[in-house]
């Protein structure tokens, strides 16, 4: 069935380094596909998505693109800050409903 | 915009006994869904709502979980006989009969 794997955490950086966190999904089709983020003691919140391959979904200074040939869709940004700590999400549309990942905590020290 | 309420937002219960959890969702929003998160996993689907209706339930929905949704506005998640390991956040999320999703957040349940 379709599901989606990410890279496991914790991914450590130092303020204002260059983060990448990986996501690679595999679907029968071509579902849209998301990135939530849950920061401590809160919910879930849509930071992105992209609905068709080579679609860029861009939100805060965080991108990442629909990529058909290797089945991923990678969040970066250029430069973190502290307040990006959180727990990271990729997630799928499969039949009416979200398939997510298990999700990859940032950490940011200044 | 008032969002997604959930309440309680924790719960600690001792194993057998039943809970109910509420959801209310964003006003205009048609479609209602729950998900289970268990401590360093991402949410799984449980089932979800159009309306009034039922749509569909994954098999993690066990024959002691209900969902209702009455009157096509808040829901309910009922766990009857409660066992250790459905200690889990709860979350609902509301959608506009698309594939964006609003989260709320979240009711913790502990059973003891």
């Known amino acids: 069935g379709d599901s989606v794997t990410q890279m496991e955490g914790p991914v450590t950086l130092s303020e204002e380094a260059f983060l990448t966190i990986n996501c690679t999904y595999t679907?029968?089709?071509?579902?849209?596909l998301f990135w939530y983020v849950q920061y401590p003691g809160e919910g879930l919140q849509l930071l992105l998505k992209?609905?068709?391959?080579?679609d860029k979904g861009s939100n805060k200074g965080f991108e990442a693109t629909y990529r058909k040939e290797t089945t991923s869709f990678h969040l970066e940004k250029g430069s973190v800050q502290v307040s990006d700590s959180a727990v990271y999400f990729c997630?799928?549309?499969?039949?009416?409903?979200?398939?997510f990942g298990t999700g990859t905590r940032l950490q940011v020290f200044p | 915009d008032t969002g997604v309420s959930q309440d309680p937002r924790h719960k600690i219960t001792k194993r057998g006994q039943n809970v109910t959890f509420r959801c209310d969702p964003i006003?205009?929003?048609?479609?209602l869904y729950w998900y289970r998160q268990t401590l360093g996993q991402g949410p799984e689907f449980l089932t979800y709502?159009?309306?009034?209706?039922?749509?569909?339930k994954s098999r993690l929905l066990s024959d002691r979980f209900s969902a209702e949704r009455p009157k096509g506005s808040f829901s309910t998640l009922e766990i009857q006989r409660t066992e250790q390991g459905d200690s889990a956040m709860y979350l609902c999320?509301?959608?506009?009969?698309?594939?964006?999703?609003?989260f709320g957040p979240g009711t913790r349940l502990t059973v003891l």
């Open positions: 999320a509301s959608s506009p009969e698309s594939d964006t999703q609003y």
């Open positions: 679907a029968t089709g071509y579902p849209s």
């Open positions: 992209a609905t068709k391959a080579d």
């Open positions: 997630a799928l549309w499969h039949t009416d409903k979200l398939i």
């Open positions: 006003s205009e929003h048609n479609r």
């Open positions: 709502f159009q309306n009034e209706a039922q749509l569909e």
